[in-house]
């Protein structure tokens, strides 16, 4: 077993060998420019480009032409928000989104509130779901965007999509999905699922960083306001010269993604269950944060009660995980998303996100549920909350001095 | 977040884990923090006649600049009169285990916790508190009467 333990799979992943195989090629040999349209190194490029997008495409049921390149799907975000909400708003300025997505939604959403726009923030259920019915009940005349993700970064939660897809459809309001941390895992088809954007990231699914894709309906055709203007690459939805080698890393993670990605899903349910097993056998007082049923088969978000996230990272340092701990953002607030969830500030603090993926071992989730169980019990040895709970204190009641 | 050598090995050899017999009219007890902020220190001094702090211990949940803090004063306290006690500050605790900047707060609520500790030994003692810390968590005896506290702490 190799130390460092990676369980950080929802930050990134590694680059699958197969992938790196086939982009190597389009770094010094077939270097050329996709837009070259005179000569055969341009020529070799655009093949590459478009059979990659072919893979795209067929991963999420969608054709290639509705596939554009982004840098990332920070970038694909930007560009469905602000691109759809900037095109469409003589229609109307209303726009709806969710309290747990993404910044990268988020901060494009309050942009555009600085524009002008209103923006709906829905609640989530307590088990980070949204029910579709807050969402009906928010919907404007002049609403022309739902944004809402398909699986939750922090908790792994699955929306209900399809519900939401329907109800978009039927009011005839675009539906943007950040696809990001469902793709290759969970099922996601844009038809199925009456999605009209949807952006996805090469470097989640074992792919290069800085690639990304975002899928842009043509029946009925969804219009864009392009946020990079240049040469008029990618229909002149996105400028900019294509990254050859990243595009075509993109289309065979994909492609590895429609292959091999539901015996994957299974195999790594089964590890995530034999993690949560092991950890709830070893210590009480735990807490899964989100739903267990909906949820991305590699993501275990678990709350640690009376022990602080960040120094239960320290203590498991060979285990590389994220919490959502203010301690472990600039903010020094914990984590929106499980806030959003009315998971209380001290749980918020005291969770640890494991996420598992692709090369994750039975024997590392062994090894991480022995040291967990160790370190929290020598934690909770160290925490006066823990002794005063034990000594029957209502921690509730205590009046605290100083909050913040 | 890159730590200091003396930060991590506060942190991975805490110093006088543990409690004290809170009922012990010679234990000051400070309990300064609050769980929905991620931080909450207990610590506790045992003082002899002379007004020396002989022992001290600490109970600390919060991450590992808030543990190595607590580590670290239980360390300076020992040996050391309650006014002595009462001189080391915050900048003293965040400069030896080189905090940083979103860090400091640990330190901060190590002086308050000193300054708690020291005040209920005093008032144990029926002395003015030298220090009113403001970040005192409520009188224990008005928490015991109400039932919040079942044992104390």
């Not at chain 1, 975000?77 to 003589?90: E, I, M, P, T």
């Not at chain 1, 903010?331 to 005291?350: K, T």
């Not at chain 2, 506060?10 to 769980?35: I, Q």
Request: aromatic share 6%; hydrophobic share 40%.
């Amino acid at each position: 077993m190799k130390i460092p333990i990676y369980m950080d799979y929802h930050a990134t992943t590694p680059v699958d060998r197969r992938v790196l195989e086939a982009m190597l090629p389009y770094f010094s040999e077939q270097f050329g420019n996709a837009a070259s349209k005179s000569h055969v190194f341009g020529w070799h490029a655009e093949e590459a480009v478009e059979s990659a997008r072919e893979e795209v495409a067929k991963l999420i049921g969608a054709s290639a032409k509705e596939i554009v390149w982004t840098s990332g799907a920070t970038e694909s975000d930007n560009l469905a928000v602000k691109g759809v909400a900037q095109f469409y708003q003589s229609k109307g300025k209303h726009l709806v989104t969710c309290k747990t997505e993404h910044k990268a939604v988020l901060d494009s959403m309050h942009a555009l509130e600085r524009q002008g726009f209103e923006v709906t923030f829905l609640d989530v259920e307590k088990d980070g779901r949204l029910d579709p019915s807050r969402l009906q009940a928010a919907l404007r005349k002049d609403t022309t965007l739902v944004s809402i993700m398909h699986a939750n970064n922090e908790t792994g939660v699955v929306h209900p999509i399809a519900e939401i897809g329907r109800i978009t459809r039927a009011a005839g309001v675009l539906f943007h999905c950040d696809a990001v941390q469902g793709i290759g895992k969970i099922p996601f088809d844009v038809e199925a699922a009456n999605v009209d954007l949807a952006s996805i990231s090469a470097h989640k699914m074992y792919g290069p960083k800085g690639m990304g894709a975002l899928y842009v309906r043509r029946k009925p055709r969804v219009r864009l306001t392009a946020q990079m203007d240049g040469g008029g690459h990618e229909r002149g939805f996105r400028s900019g010269t294509l990254n050859v080698p990243g595009i075509v890393g993109m289309g065979k993670a994909a492609e590895l993604a429609r292959l091999e990605g539901a015996a994957e899903a299974e195999r790594v349910l089964a590890l995530r269950e034999r993690l949560r097993k092991g950890l709830q056998a070893g210590l009480d007082l735990l807490t899964v944060n989100g739903s267990l049923a909906h949820r991305v088969p590699g993501n275990l978000n678990v709350s640690f009660a009376y022990v602080e996230g960040e120094a239960l990272m320290m203590a498991i340092k060979d285990v590389a995980v994220s919490s959502g701990s203010a301690c472990t953002s600039a903010s020094l607030e914990p984590s929106y998303v499980l806030r959003a969830m009315g998971i209380s500030e001290d749980l918020a603090h005291s969770s640890i996100r494991f996420g598992l993926g692709r090369f994750t071992t039975e024997e590392e989730v062994d090894h991480v549920v022995r040291l967990v169980v160790a370190k929290v019990k020598k934690l909770r040895e160290m925490s006066p909350l823990y002794e005063m709970v034990k000594d029957g204190v209502d921690l509730s009641q205590i009046e605290w001095a100083n909050p913040h | 977040m890159s730590y200091s050598e003396k930060l991590l090995d506060h942190y991975e050899n805490p110093r006088n884990v543990g409690s004290l017999d809170k009922g012990d009219p010679d234990v000051g007890t400070g309990l300064v923090g609050a769980p929905a902020c991620g931080d909450v220190m207990k610590l506790q001094i045992k003082v002899n006649g002379e007004g020396v702090i002989e022992d001290a211990k600490f109970k600390t949940f919060g991450c590992g600049s808030a543990i190595a803090s607590s580590s670290l004063v239980t360390e300076w306290v020992k040996g050391k009169t309650v006014d002595e006690a009462l001189t080391i500050k915050n900048t003293d605790v965040a400069n030896e285990l080189n905090l940083p900047p979103v860090k400091i707060h640990c330190s901060v609520l190590a002086e308050d916790a000193i300054k708690a500790a020291v005040a209920d030994w005093q008032k144990k003692h029926g002395l003015a508190p030298t220090v009113k810390p403001d970040t005192v968590q409520g009188d224990r005896a008005a928490l015991l009467e109400r039932g919040v506290l079942k044992s104390g702490i």
